[in-house]
């Protein structure tokens, strides 16, 4: 089954603080990891994709098959963080893209 | 360049009532997706297309109906609204499954069923 759990729907920081949001999945074949972002009164785009391993924004994500876990870090939170953050898995057996169910970040001055 | 354009932006219906939610990209994307968006649920899945002519299931098919007969246009129809169908709904596309390719999106529709 392709299943993505993000098991936060809130999470609060304060500016200046690190941010982990959590992602794990299952998927039986070789998966693709993305992480998409929505903030206010724009549209869903996306935010890194693991096979880039890329730092967007300051972001990080790591995907670790042995965890199936794929966390989306930044050491330094900013104001302008504050958004949804979507996980979303793919992979190369299937035309599927599914999503986790979000986190709020906020992150206060 | 529009990318994903999704028409209207709001609707409101009765229980009972039937529309189409309209998705055209001018990208000449083959994989087009429909998702809905509830509070607390994150995306679902609804139906998504491949290709002109060819649709499949997503994780929330039920209740809803779609066609592909270009590469521009993805349609999702609702035959008999109900309460349950109150969300916001994204489309949207992408080239191919290619590795790590990723997805544009609409702006959404707002949908009310009372």
């Known amino acids: 089954a392709q299943r993505v759990t993000q098991p936060e729907k809130l999470l609060s920081v304060f500016k200046g603080a690190p941010v982990e949001l959590k992602c794990n999945y299952s998927?039986?074949?070789?998966?693709?990891l993305f992480w998409y972002v929505q903030y206010s009164r724009q549209r869903l785009q996306l935010l890194l994709r693991?096979?880039s391993r890329e730092s967007i924004k300051g972001f990080t994500a790591d995907l670790n098959k042995g965890e199936t876990s794929f966390h989306l870090k930044k050491p330094f939170a900013q104001e302008e963080d504050s958004a949804m953050y979507y996980c979303?898995?793919?992979?190369?057996?299937?035309?599927?893209?599914?999503f986790g169910t979000g986190t709020r970040l906020q992150v206060f001055p | 360049n529009a990318g994903v354009t999704q028409t209207p932006k709001f609707r409101i219906l009765k229980i009972g009532q039937s529309m189409t939610l309209q998705c055209t990209q001018d990208m000449n994307h083959n994989y087009m997706y429909w998702y809905r968006q509830d509070p607390g649920m994150g995306l679902k899945l609804i139906y998504y297309s491949v290709g002109a002519g060819i649709t499949d299931k997503g994780e929330v098919p039920n209740g809803y109906n779609v066609s592909r007969s270009t590469t521009e246009d993805f349609p999702l129809r609702l035959e008999l609204a109900a309460p349950s169908q109150t969300s916001v709904y994204f489309c949207?596309?992408?080239?191919?499954?290619?590795?790590?390719?990723?997805?544009?999106f609409g702006s959404g529709t707002q949908l009310s069923v009372l």
């Open positions: 979303a898995l793919s992979g190369r057996n299937t035309d599927k893209l599914i």
């Open positions: 998927y039986s074949g070789s998966p693709e």
């Open positions: 949207a596309s992408r080239w191919d499954r290619a590795y790590n390719e990723k997805l544009f």
């Open positions: 693991h096979i």
